[in-house]
């Protein structure tokens, strides 16, 4: 008799979670504006780009495979990233940088008309080095910048779907 009550109790509870929209951090269900969109950047496997389509892909919207079959054209006009020492120590080597990465994008439907103008935004980031380990520093800045291009690419993810 235990099991039973323990069987539904568990049942009851999985459609509770199911039924009031529990999904995992990170997940975004994209809304069928943005099926058809084509992503125009670089193609390079760490671009803004590239994690776009990869977010995009990821929350269920249907990309276009090519840019004639797009509804919509998302252009990637800047991805820049620029460094700038904030400290350094007494031999004059930096031991904190700031990363500012800046990227601007704009959305153009297929016929010509601007859907979202040009838009730009930034991320910034501090860097703390100790050591004088040179292959851990770079690691450590390309693992940021990575960072850095997924947040920008959740941030204009979620202005395509509130604009689209």
Same mark, same amino acid.
Request: proline content about 1%; hydrophobic content about 40%; aromatic content about 6%.
């Given at each position: 008799?235990?099991?039973?009550?323990?069987?539904?109790?568990?049942?009851?509870?999985?459609?509770?979670?199911?039924?009031?929209?529990?999904?995992?951090?990170?997940?975004?269900?994209?809304?069928?504006?943005?099926?058809?969109?084509?992503?125009?950047?670089?193609?390079?496997?760490?671009?803004?780009?590239?994690?776009?389509?990869?977010?995009?892909?990821?929350?269920?919207?249907?990309? $276009?495979?090519?840019?004639?079959? $797009?509804?919509?054209?998302?252009?990637?006009?800047?991805?820049?990233?620029?460094?700038?020492?904030?400290?350094?120590?007494?031999?004059?080597?930096?031991?904190?940088?700031?990363?500012?990465?800046?990227?601007?994008?704009?959305?153009? $439907? #297929?016929?010509?008309?601007?859907?979202?103008?040009?838009?730009?935004?930034?991320?910034?980031?501090?860097?703390?080095?100790?050591?004088?380990?040179?292959?851990?520093?770079?690691?450590?800045?390309?693992?940021?910048?990575?960072?850095?291009?997924?947040?920008?690419?959740?941030?204009?993810?979620?202005?395509?779907? #509130?604009?689209?």
């Amino acid at each position: 008799m235990k099991r039973h009550y323990r069987i539904v109790l568990w049942v009851v509870l999985v459609l509770l979670l199911s039924g009031c929209g529990f999904h995992l951090k990170g997940y975004q269900q994209a809304t069928p504006n943005l099926d058809g969109l084509y992503i125009q950047g670089d193609a390079g496997r760490t671009s803004l780009a590239a994690m776009l389509r990869q977010e995009l892909s990821a929350s269920g919207a249907k990309l $276009a495979a090519s840019e004639a079959a $797009a509804r919509h054209h998302l252009q990637v006009l800047k991805d820049q990233i620029e460094y700038r020492a904030l400290s350094v120590d007494a031999n004059g080597k930096a031991l904190e940088y700031e990363l500012k990465l800046t990227v601007e994008y704009q959305v153009t $439907a #297929a016929t010509g008309e601007q859907r979202i103008e040009p838009q730009s935004l930034q991320v910034l980031r501090q860097l703390i080095y100790s050591g004088t380990e040179e292959l851990g520093r770079r690691n450590e800045a390309a693992l940021v910048q990575q960072e850095m291009r997924r947040n920008l690419a959740g941030q204009i993810l979620r202005h395509l779907q #509130a604009r689209l």
